[in-house]
C-alpha cells in the first residue's frame, strides 16, 4: 500500500516556479509540500548548455523577495543562476520531496489526489510547476538513421568544447539555436544555421538598456502598436536581416508572443558573426543521405554533426485529468485566465510572457499565493 501524505498546497515541480511559489507561501505561514522528481532543485538549469546566460536582465529575472546580488552582472551565467536558486531555497527553508514523480492526478470531491512514484498526495489546492520546456521535441529528419556523427536536441548540448574543428548544422533559429552556434564558433567549430521560417530579431539592450525594460513600459500598449512604436529603433540596430539570408516575419516581436507563443530573438551577437561570415545561414533540410544534408533548396553540404534546437513539448502536461480548456488558458498571462484557480488548481510559469518568463512566474506565484489566501 503506497503511503498518504495530507497537505493544504502541494507544488509539483521545484523549479523556478515551484521554488518562487514555496517562498510566498512560507511567507504567509501556509502549510504546503513540494515534490520534486529528480534528487535536487532547478534540475533543468543543471542540465542546461555550460555557455548560457539569462538573456533577461536580473532586475526583472529574480524571484519574490530576494535579488540577484550586487556583484553579479547584469546578464547572470547558468552557474550564477543555480547558485541564486540554491540561496533562495535555503532562505526560505524548501525542502522539497526529491526523486518523486507525479504520475497522474485528478480531482475527486474536495481534494486533489496527486499519485506519485512516492506515494499518493491529497491537497486542497495543487500548483502545477512542472515548466513547458521539460520534453525535447523528438528529432526526425529523412535519412538520419544513415547519418554517420552525431544528431542531438539542444538539450543534451553541453559544450560546443565537443565539436571543435567540425562542421555543424544548427537546426532552428531561436534563443538556444542562437547562442549554440556562438559557442560553437567561439569553440573552434564551424557553425552552420538551418533555417525554415521568418523570425523577429531584436538587440538584447538598445542604448545600453536592456530591451525587455522597454517592453516592460510597452506592455500596457496592445502588441501591434507597441512594435510599431518600437521598430524604428530595433530595425535601425539590426540591420536588414533578409540580406543575411534570413526571412522576417509579418508582424512584430511582441505581436508574435501574442500569436505564436513564443519569444523573439534577443540577439546577444549571432548576427554580428553572421555577418562577418562565420555562421552561416542555409536554408530547411530535405533530407539526409550518409554525411551530406540535402536542402530544400537544391544545395548539398556535408557535416560532422547536427544540433536540432527545435524546442519542447508541451504534452507532460497531460497528467492532470482536467478539461483541455484549461490548458488553453495558459496561452494568456494569470491576469486574463478565464480558469485562473478554479477548482483550487494553479499553473505556475506556463505563459510564454513578452516580458521575460521569470518576470512572469514572479508575479503567477505572488498572485496564486494570495488567490490561496482568499484575498
Ligand atoms: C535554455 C533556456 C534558457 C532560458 N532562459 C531564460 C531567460 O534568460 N529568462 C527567462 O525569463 N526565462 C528563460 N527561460 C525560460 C524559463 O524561465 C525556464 O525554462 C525556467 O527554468 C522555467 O522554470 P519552471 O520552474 O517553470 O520549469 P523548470 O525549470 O523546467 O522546472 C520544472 C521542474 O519540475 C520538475 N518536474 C517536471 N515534471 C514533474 C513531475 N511529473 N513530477 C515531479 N516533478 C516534475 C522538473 O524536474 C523540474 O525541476 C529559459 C528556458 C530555457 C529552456
Not at 32 to 59: C, D, G, M, P, Q
Not at 91 to 118: H, L, M, R, S
Not at 287 to 298: A, P, Y
Request: with cysteine.
Amino acid at each position: 500500500m503506497l503511503p498518504l501524505t495530507q497537505t493544504n498546497v502541494l507544488i509539483v515541480g521545484a523549479g523556478i516556479s515551484g521554488l518562487a511559489t514555496a517562498a510566498c507561501l512560507q511567507r504567509q505561514g501556509i502549510e504546503y509540500v513540494i515534490i520534486e522528481k529528480h534528487a535536487r532543485v532547478a534540475s533543468a538549469w543543471h542540465n542546461h548548455y555550460h555557455r548560457l546566460h539569462l538573456h533577461t536582465n536580473k532586475r526583472i529575472s529574480q524571484l519574490p523577495y530576494k535579488k540577484f546580488g550586487k556583484n553579479i552582472p547584469r546578464y547572470p551565467s547558468r552557474q550564477q543562476v543555480i547558485d541564486y536558486l540554491n540561496d533562495y531555497q535555503q532562505a526560505f527553508n524548501i525542502k522539497p520531496v526529491f526523486n518523486t514523480t507525479a504520475t497522474f492526478i485528478k480531482k475527486e470531491g474536495d481534494y486533489w489526489i496527486t499519485q506519485t512514484t512516492n506515494g499518493i498526495f491529497q491537497s486542497k489546492f495543487l500548483v502545477m510547476a512542472t515548466g513547458p520546456f521539460g520534453k525535447p521535441k523528438p528529432v526526425e529528419l529523412q535519412g538520419m538513421e544513415t547519418f554517420p556523427g552525431k544528431i542531438m536536441h539542444s538539450a543534451a548540448y553541453k559544450t560546443g568544447k565537443d565539436f571543435a574543428n567540425q562542421k555543424v548544422l544548427v537546426i532552428g533559429f531561436g534563443n538556444s539555436a542562437c547562442e549554440i552556434a556562438i559557442d560553437l564558433f567561439e569553440q573552434g567549430a564551424t557553425p552552420f544555421m538551418s533555417v525554415r521560417s521568418a523570425v523577429n530579431i531584436v538587440p538584447r539592450d538598445v542604448l545600453g538598456v536592456p530591451v525587455l525594460e522597454f517592453s516592460l513600459l510597452l506592455n500596457w500598449l496592445p502588441p501591434r502598436i507597441a512594435d510599431l512604436l518600437s521598430a524604428p529603433l530595433a530595425n535601425a540596430l539590426i540591420g536588414d536581416i533578409t540580406k543575411l539570408g534570413l526571412k522576417k516575419k509579418p508582424y512584430g516581436p511582441l505581436e508574435q508572443v501574442q500569436r505564436e507563443g513564443k519569444s523573439p530573438i534577443l540577439d546577444i551577437g549571432t548576427i554580428q558573426l553572421i555577418r562577418k561570415g562565420k555562421i552561416k545561414i542555409v536554408g530547411d533540410i530535405e533530407f539526409i543521405e550518409g554525411n551530406m544534408v540535402h536542402f530544400k533548396q537544391g544545395q548539398t553540404q556535408p557535416f560532422d554533426a547536427i544540433i536540432a534546437c527545435i524546442g519542447y513539448s508541451k504534452d507532460e502536461i497531460n497528467i492532470i485529468e482536467v478539461d483541455r480548456n484549461r490548458f488553453e488558458d495558459l496561452q494568456v498571462s494569470a491576469n486574463r485566465q478565464q480558469y485562473f484557480g478554479k477548482d483550487g488548481l494553479y499553473f505556475c510559469g506556463y505563459y510564454i510572457s513578452p516580458t521575460g518568463q521569470i518576470h512572469e512566474i514572479n508575479a503567477d506565484a505572488r498572485k496564486i499565493v494570495k488567490n490561496i489566501r482568499g484575498i
